[in-house]
T-cell receptor, first 116, second 113 residues
Framework: GAVVSQHPSRVICKSGTSVKIECRSL??????MFWYRQFPKQSLMLMAT?????????EQGVEKDKFLINHASLTLSTLTVTSAHPEDSSFYIC????????????FGPGTRLTVT | AQTVTQSQPEMSVQEAETVTLSCTYD???????LFWYKQPPSRQMILVIR??????QNATENRFSVNFQKAAKSFSLKISDSQLGDAAMYFC??????????FGPGTSLSVIP
């Protein structure tokens, strides 16, 4: 099956710093990648959709200047949390889809971000 | 806008027994996909089963099957012969025509040995 990796799996950063999370599709080309946020004991909330070579589309209420998404290649998307604050602490999950209209997305293992 | 509802925050089942998790959704689209995902303590999302709305036949994957009632907008998951490894959060999900996946709030399933 298709494999999606995320790096790092866990990261701790100080308040005010920026942190980058990578999402890679290992054995397929991902035309579209999605970024989700999951708070403890809650569901996944879609933050943004990124298409390779295009600007990301953010969901309502998600600050695009705070959560910078880049999808520069068909196998890599990055999420940068800028000027992180403790309330940004969460579990971030990416997923990737191949061709347009593909039936399902493949999920990465997630990244736990803790801002101190 | 599409919404997904799971009315059972927590469920439990005895090992080897059968359990059904409920899911309802709201949409005005006629063609879409529905999914059940499992999220174990590792938090890796695992696809359990997929149903295409245009197919009347209920999807089945080994011990997992769904009861898809399109008119009622209901999509329940039945787990037969429950195993300890089935303990996890289960999310019902809807894929829109724009390829967004909307998740329900989840059901935490416990398996009692």
């Amino acid at each position: 099956g298709a494999v999606v990796s995320q790096h790092p799996s866990r990261v701790i950063c100080k308040s005010g710093t920026s942190v980058k999370i990578e999402c890679r599709s290992l054995d397929f080309q991902a035309t579209t990648m999605f970024w989700y946020r999951q708070f403890p004991k809650q569901s996944l909330m879609l933050m943004a959709t990124s298409n390779e070579g295009s600007k990301a589309t953010y969901e309502q209420g998600v600050e695009k200047d705070k959560f910078l998404i880049n999808h520069a290649s068909l196998t890599l998307s990055t999420l940068t949390v800028t000027s992180a604050h403790p309330e940004d602490s969460s579990f971030y999950i990416c997923s990737a889809r191949g061709a347009q209209g593909a039936k399902e997305q493949y999920f990465g293992p997630g990244t736990r971000l803790t801002v101190t | 806008a599409q919404t997904v509802t799971q009315s059972q925050p927590e469920m439990s089942v005895q090992e080897a027994e059968t359990v059904t998790l409920s899911c309802t959704y709201d949409t005005s689209e006629s063609d879409y996909y529905l999914f059940w995902y499992k999220q174990p303590p590792s938090r890796q999302m695992i696809l359990v089963i997929r149903q295409e709305a245009y197919k009347q036949q209920n999807a089945t994957e080994n011990r997992f099957s769904v009861n898809f009632q399109k008119a009622a907008k209901s999509f329940s998951l039945k787990i037969s012969d429950s195993q300890l490894g089935d303990a996890a959060m289960y999310f019902c999900a809807y894929k829109t025509s724009y390829d967004k996946v909307i998740f329900g709030p989840g059901t935490s399933l416990s398996v009692i040995p």
